[in-house]
């Protein structure tokens, strides 16, 4: 890793020295262009953006469609045009110096009768990160409704029904709570967080994190991002921008829908949702630019036969867009979201009574500005201002049964409390047993009772950035230099959990325990960030090598980390092969959930009675569960690939990937959260009138308490090899074939020891047995292509694909090692002595071997699934547009294969599920 930093600071140091060393005699030109619509040449396009990359400057075209750039450098450049609802220009062009050059651009609007129309994801261009990027077309023809929809089309993704009734978590390159936290998603130049999420109810005591609001661990909850007014997706796969931080999977780009557009309303609908949209851009002038509006309104049940269980959702946009003095352009977005998860009482279930709701309320502001400069090499700044408030309320309401069990209110660790409050109680020798915290008390639970627990959090996010960009062009050489820093914090302010301590929740086994706890206590995170990037471009002839080197450091509640990063390409053949590559490290801050767990409670019962009539007491122990070493979480990943093109139709890319995790965030057991603890047990001595009965001990034992706590134990190795082959649109034949499809093979273990907790039969003492490091490790493998086969016909604005996955393998096991203890915990005194393999059978030990695991062995393999999915889009007339889907999967049960326990079972399946969706567009 240092020689890494040592290169990689190399690199940089060199390009940037090269760079600002260049001398060269002033070489400017002028640009100015129009742009109007394709096929109606009166009608100018007002108020798109046009973008003169690499130098990364921007301007807005006026009411007639007319844009200049007054000055910037000559030679060849790519200018892109962009404007919502019609297809993107992306041209290279050239332009001498000292001259004034003008252009005029015809742009086409992006709909269902052009010869060519884009409905999967296209690559990223060469020398950045591997990533795809995805069209509002491809948006409407796969009727997608959530960010999650998306990704499957993208390689190795597994195509599956919507599913709106759980929270919608993204992962890039991999599963799980860790790789959805690590993916950033970025809306309209404002990343979106869930640091701030305390959504979860009891952490320290079984290590979970989920609750009907989503897993508080994971990443962003994408259902209540509207995709109806998105404009394009982009995500990134591979090394991302030094510019982008507090992430380690990848990112995702959603740019919003912004300018003057036509009234839009969609409706959509399938066996499980119903849907509506409405959307307008406003024009207000050259002065004032543009404003769109949209609102978007979602109902979706679990299953048909599982109506009780339901979600809703409602969101708002407001999108300002406006330029001042051709110069400074500003966007300005203001957003609400409104969303309910919702479980009724079963009818078939009434004993339980179980009723859930999880909703959310949240208000964002982000401004996003440009002031271009064009004075030397600084040729714009940048800066983004954002902030949110999500109020949410999780609640939970259920009938308990076999719920006998201790509880207490204290708060004080050590406290013995009795189920009278401030009642003393002294054993025959006179001393106090008690040991009274205020007027805390105990009491034993009934058999059955009505429980319900609230959780309120008021998250508060808030934001701020600033970026320089610079660029300077000499001859074959370009460079763009980008600089800046970026500030954060996120809190929470809510109630948090609530309950009435009278009914409190099932308590949880092993004397552990629950309580109220305040979220407006907890400190907030604070993240400073600074970065710096050089994009480096070299013509040689007609071949370029591309070299992007830059790194960022984040300093975030007293924890810094030094991310490098570096993507480069090559053209060996002009036009037909491309070499690339990257490596780099991100970083993920820790939440509110991993920096500040709730304590762990324990509740131990020190006398035997359960009639509330006789005097009960109750001793707590209170743990912090913080984990000062806790580290930030990084991801180190490494791709190389290449492009193949021919005849400038043919495309394939291939790119092998490998990405490890070595101190992701967890909850687990380790050995600082096994306490031990004198318990102490009373009886009766006498009973004395009119005042609490004298107490004598009759029992010590040493017991452990046992809890979760956050750390870095968590491992993941994800590699994979991934491709697309897009062989274009045959004309005669009106269709287009693309290709695309992974192998991946993903390793996860826990990297710190395991533990053998099995209760001890014959007494309340028992040891813990400590098994080496990482000794489980769960391994998954899978290879799947996916064909989309795209028949259009331009003049009557028809388009049908056709989709078919076929998952080739699909397995999943858990390798064990060592079986024997490394290491035990004696409950004489709490210390980790070494184990010898010779005491196994020694009544001391022998319990904690409970015998051959069955599983052990266990490996899940499921044979070849296809899926079939049709999706047709046609426009009717030239205010309607419609589409449906429909989808075919045959799959099958997981073939079982054990040496412990052979034998093995399938079973073929079929599920069919359909959609429909109609947009009106009116001009």
Not at 9 to 16: D, E, G, Q, R
Not at 57 to 65: D, S
Not at 230 to 256: F, H, M, N, Q
Not at 327 to 350: A, V
Request: hydrophobic share 35%.
């Amino acid at each position: 890793m240092n020689s890494y930093l040592r290169i990689q600071a190399a690199v940089c140091l060199s390009l940037l020295c090269f760079s600002l060393s260049a001398q060269r005699p002033d070489n400017h030109t002028r640009i100015e262009g129009k742009v109007m619509e394709y096929g109606l040449p009166d009608n100018p396009v007002g108020f798109a953006t046009v973008t003169l990359l690499p130098a990364n400057v921007h301007t807005m075209t006026n009411a007639e469609g007319a844009f200049s750039f007054p000055k910037t450098d000559a030679g060849k450049m790519t200018l892109r045009i962009q404007f919502i609802g019609m297809e993107t220009i992306d041209t290279t062009v050239y332009v001498p110096a000292g001259r004034t050059n003008h252009f005029i651009f015809l742009m086409k609007t992006a709909d269902f009768r052009l010869d060519e129309v884009t409905v999967v994801a296209t690559q990223s261009k060469a020398g950045q990160s591997t990533a795809s990027n995805i069209s509002r077309q491809a948006i409407d023809h796969i009727q997608a409704t959530s960010l999650s929809d998306l990704m499957q089309l993208l390689p190795g993704v597994v195509i599956a029904n919507p599913d709106m009734n759980s929270a919608n978590t993204v992962n890039i390159r991999g599963t799980g709570a860790g790789n959805s936290l690590g993916t950033a998603i970025i809306m309209d130049g404002v990343q979106l967080s869930n640091n701030a999420n305390l959504q979860a109810f009891a952490t320290t005591m079984n290590g979970g994190t989920g609750s009907l609001n989503g897993d508080a661990a994971a990443g962003v909850d994408t259902r209540t991002i509207a995709l109806d007014n998105i404009e394009s997706v982009e995500v990134i796969r591979g090394i991302p921008s030094a510019e982008y931080g507090d992430l380690t999977s990848g990112a995702i780009i959603v740019k919003s829908r912004a300018g003057k557009d036509p009234l839009k309303v969609k409706f959509k609908t399938n066996p499980d949702l119903y849907q509506g949209s409405i959307s307008k851009g406003f024009s207000l002038g050259d002065k004032w630019g543009s404003l769109n509006v949209s609102g978007d309104y979602l109902y979706t049940i679990k299953t048909p036969t599982e109506a009780y269980a339901f979600y809703q959702r409602l969101v708002t946009k407001a999108l300002w867009t406006t330029s001042f003095k051709k110069d400074l352009f500003s966007t300005t977005s203001f957003d609400i979201t409104l969303g309910k998860d919702t479980r009724k009482s079963n009818p078939d279930d009434s004993a339980i009574d179980l009723q859930e709701k999880a909703q959310e309320f949240g208000v964002a502001f982000s401004n996003n500005t440009q002031l271009n400069i064009n004075k030397g090499w600084l040729k714009s700044l940048e800066w983004v201002l954002a902030g949110k408030y999500n109020d949410k309320h999780s609640w939970t309401h259920e009938m308990l049964y076999n719920a006998t069990g201790l509880y207490s209110t204290a708060m004080t660790d050590g406290s013995i409390v009795s189920n009278r409050p401030g009642l003393k109680v002294y054993d025959d020798a006179g001393n106090e047993i008690t040991r009274l915290a205020g007027a805390a008390w105990a009491t034993i639970l009934p058999n059955e009772y009505y429980t319900e627990w609230s959780v309120y959090g008021k998250e508060i996010n808030a934001s701020a950035k600033l970026k320089a960009n610079f660029n300077r062009r000499w001859g074959s050489i370009n460079n763009r230099i980008i600089a800046g820093a970026d500030f954060k914090t996120d809190g929470n302010v809510g109630k948090g959990k609530v309950y009435d301590e009278q009914n409190p929740p099932l308590r949880a086994f092993n004397n552990r325990a629950y309580r109220n706890r305040p979220y407006a206590d907890i400190p907030f995170i604070y993240q400073l960030g600074v970065f710096v990037e050089d994009y480096y471009q070299w013509a040689f002839g007609e071949r370029y090598l591309h070299i992007t080197a830059g790194a960022r450091f984040d300093y975030i509640n007293q924890k810094s980390v030094l991310a490098p990063r570096i993507n480069a390409s090559f053209d060996v053949l002009p036009e037909a092969l491309t070499l690339r590559g990257g490596y780099g490290i991100t970083a993920k801050a820790p939440t509110l959930l991993y920096l500040y767990p709730e304590n762990a409670y324990f509740d131990y019962r020190l006398t035997p009675t359960i009639n509330p009539e006789e005097v009960l007491l109750c001793e707590t122990h209170i743990f912090s569960a913080e984990n000062p070493s806790l580290e930030i979480a990084t991801n180190r990943k490494a791709e190389i690939g290449l492009d193949i093109k021919l005849k400038k139709k043919y495309r394939l890319s291939v790119t092998a990937y490998d990405e490890l995790r070595e101190n992701d965030y967890s909850f687990s057991n380790t050995l600082n959260t096994f306490r031990l603890i004198e318990y102490k047990q009373y009886a009766i001595d006498r009973q004395v009138a009119g005042a609490p009965p004298v107490l004598k001990l009759s029992n010590t034992a040493n017991v452990f308490a046992i809890y979760s706590e956050p750390n870095n134990n968590a491992c993941s190795h994800n590699r994979g090899v991934e491709f697309e082959l897009d062989l274009g649109r045959f004309d005669a034949i009106r269709t287009s074939f693309y290709i695309n499809g992974a192998w991946e093979r993903r390793t996860s273990k826990n990297q710190d020891y395991s533990f053998s907790t099995t209760a001890n039969p014959n007494k309340l003492e028992q040891n813990i047995g400590v098994y080496e490091k990482g000794r489980l490790t769960s391994e998954s493998e899978r290879c799947l292509t996916t064909v989309r086969i795209t028949h259009n016909i331009p003049s009557i604005g028809f388009v049908i694909t056709l989709t078919s996955q076929i998952q080739w393998l699909n397995n999943i096991w858990t390798v064990y090692g060592n079986d024997m203890f490394e290491k035990y915990i004696s409950y004489y005194d709490g210390k980790v002595y070494d184990f010898d393999p010779a005491w196994k059978d020694d009544p001391e030990f022998k319990y904690l071997f409970p015998g051959i695991n069955n599983m052990r062995d266990l490996v899940e393999k499921s044979i070849p699934t296809l899926f079939f999915h049709i999706n047709l889009s046609k426009e009717l007339g030239d205010y309607f547009t419609a589409s449906f889907f429909a989808n075919n999967v045959f799959n099958s049960r997981p073939v079982y294969e054990s040496t412990v326990t052979p034998g093995s079972f399938r079973e073929l399946g079929a599920n069919i599920f359909f959609g429909f969706d109609l947009k009106v567009s009116i001009k």
